[in-house]
């Protein structure tokens, strides 16, 4: 299972940025997907979930509210598009998979991508 992420960059408060994570490999509707984040000298984050037919959603509570999870499972790709970004929000933004889903976002996924930096400036 590979996975790409894609989307960072730099964006001032308040704006907006959409990452895009391209899935390969695998059949992707039977993965669950998820995003994290991980800030210089902070621990890693979850963000975001989505089921692997989009069902169920599930957000960390820092972003609740402003990020939203979608996935397209046509195109083998998840989407985590960001509003009202605060300079908080910048990390390196992973994208991972597994074919278990966790209403909890406790769970450590099996697969990962590289990771795309988000910088928001204030």
């Known amino acids: 299972v590979q996975l790409q992420a894609s989307g960072g960059g730099l964006v001032q408060a308040g704006g907006s940025l959409r990452l895009f994570c391209a899935v390969s490999?695998?059949?992707?509707?039977?993965?669950?997907m998820y995003w994290f984040r991980q800030a210089p000298g902070k621990e890693r984050e979850v963000v975001a979930g989505i089921s692997r037919y989009g069902i169920s959603t599930k957000y960390g509570d820092s972003v609740k509210g402003r990020f939203t999870i979608s996935r397209d499972n046509a195109a083998n790709t998840v989407y985590l598009q960001m509003n009202s970004l605060k300079p908080e929000d910048t990390a390196v933004y992973y994208c991972a998979a597994d074919r278990r889903w966790d209403d909890s976002l406790l769970i450590t996924p099996e697969y990962w991508g590289q990771g795309t930096q988000v910088t928001v400036s204030s």
């Open positions: 490999g695998c059949t992707f509707s039977s993965y669950s």
